[in-house]
C-alpha cells in the first residue's frame, strides 16, 4: 500500500484507497459492480450488439448498466471491435479522460489477436499492449449471451478485486507509454491536440 | 492467371455489342454518346447498366459530354491489374433523369500514374480522388488537396492497397512479430 503510494505520489491525485476507507472497501466494491456505466466507444462491428443488450430481451439496465454521455463518468469502456491506430489514439485519450476505478471489456478476436484482419496494416494486433484490457471476450462476433457473460464475469471481477487494469496502467505506464510512442512516434499526443484545437 | 481469364471474358461481349446497340434507352444514350465521342468503345450490360471504354488522355472531354445526361459521380474505384502494369480506374456514374448506371472505365500505366481531375465537372470528385491518391498513388492533376487523407502519414508514402504493398512485412515492422499466426494453409508459421 505505501509501495503504491510512493509510485503515485507526483501525479496529482488523491488515491482513492485511504486507510480509513479500507473497512469499506467491500461495499464499495459491491457498489461499483452494481452502478457500470458505459462508455460505448463503438469501434468495428461490434457497435450493433449493444442495441440488444440495452433492450428489453436482455436489458443490461437490470445490472445497473447504463450508457452515458461523458467518458468523465465512465466506469465501463466497451471496444467493441477491431482498433486501428487512428481509433486507438482517441481510446487512449479518451481512457485517460476517464475516472478511476475504470475497466475495459473488449469484444470479439480482434483486439485479441488482429483476428481475421491480422495481417492487415491497419488494425491494431494485441490491443492489451497499448491499454490495459480486464475482460476479452472471444468470437467473431461473439453473439450478444456471450457479451452478458463477458459483463458478468467483469462483475465478477470487480467484486474480488481482479479487475485492476486502471491499477496496472498506473504502474506499468512506462511500458504502455513505451509501446504507443513506438506505434504513433514521439510526441503524438501533443500533434493530435494540435489538430483538435480547431474543433474546441 | 485468374485476372487475365476474367478480363477475356469481359472483353468479348463488349465487342459483339458494340456493333448493334439495342433499340431500348440504354442502348440509345450509349448510340448518343458514342456519336459525339467516336474514340470511345461502349456496350449495354443489362437494363440500367451501360459500359464505356475510354483512353485515359481523353478520359476528361469524355466525362463532359457524359455529365449532360448523367448528372452524379457516384464512386470513382481503382483497381491494380500488377501483371499487366496498369491502374483501371472506373467513374461510376449515375444518370438521374434516364435511371441508368454507367460504368466508365479508364486505364492508365502503373508508373507514374496522372489522370486530369473532373472536380470541375463534379465538385465530390474531391474527395473519391484524394482516396485513389492515398490508396494507390495516381497523380490527379488540377486537385489542390491531395496528400495525406484518412491515413496514417507512414501509411499514405506506401499506398497500401497497391499490390505489390508487402503487408505481412508491414505489420511486422509495425506491430511486432509476437504473435501467434499460421498461414493459410495451415502449414506455415507467418508470425
Known sequence: MSERRDVNENDGVIHYELQEFQVFEPLFRWARKKSLWIVAFCTGCGGIEIPPLATARYDYERFGIMPNPSPRMGDLFLITGYVTPKTLKRIIVTYEMMQDPKYILTHGSCPINGGVYWDSYNVVKQLDKYIPIDVSIAGCMPRVEAVMDGIMEIMRKIESGEADGWRRYRENYDYYRKNQDELFGEGWREKEAKRWLAWI | MDMNEKEKI??????????????????????????????????????????????????????????????????????????????????????????????????????????????????????????????????????????????????????????DFNTLGHVKALYGEDFDRYDESKTNYVI
Not at chain 2, 461481349?13 to 434507352?25: C, F, I, N, Q, R
Open chain 2, 10 to 163: 469481359e472483353a468479348q461481349p463488349a465487342g459483339e455489342v458494340k456493333s448493334e446497340l439495342p433499340d431500348t434507352k440504354e442502348g440509345r444514350l450509349v448510340k448518343d454518346l458514342l456519336e459525339r465521342a467516336p474514340y470511345a468503345e461502349g456496350s449495354v450490360r443489362r437494363e440500367r447498366r451501360v459500359e464505356f471504354k475510354v483512353p485515359p488522355e481523353r478520359i476528361h472531354e469524355f466525362l463532359e459530354l457524359a455529365s449532360e445526361k448523367f448528372e452524379m459521380l457516384m464512386q470513382i474505384s481503382t483497381v491494380d491489374w500488377i501483371k499487366e502494369g496498369e491502374f483501371e480506374l472506373v467513374y461510376q456514374l449515375w444518370s438521374v433523369s434516364e435511371s441508368v448506371h454507367a460504368f466508365v472505365r479508364t486505364r492508365v500505366p502503373r508508373e507514374n500514374a496522372k489522370l486530369p481531375t473532373v472536380m470541375d465537372i463534379w465538385p465530390v470528385a474531391e474527395t473519391y480522388e484524394r482516396e485513389a491518391h492515398e490508396f494507390f498513388g495516381i497523380i490527379f492533376e488540377g486537385n489542390p488537396r491531395l496528400g495525406p487523407f484518412i491515413l496514417e502519414p507512414r501509411e499514405y508514402e506506401k499506398h497500401p492497397l497497391r499490390k
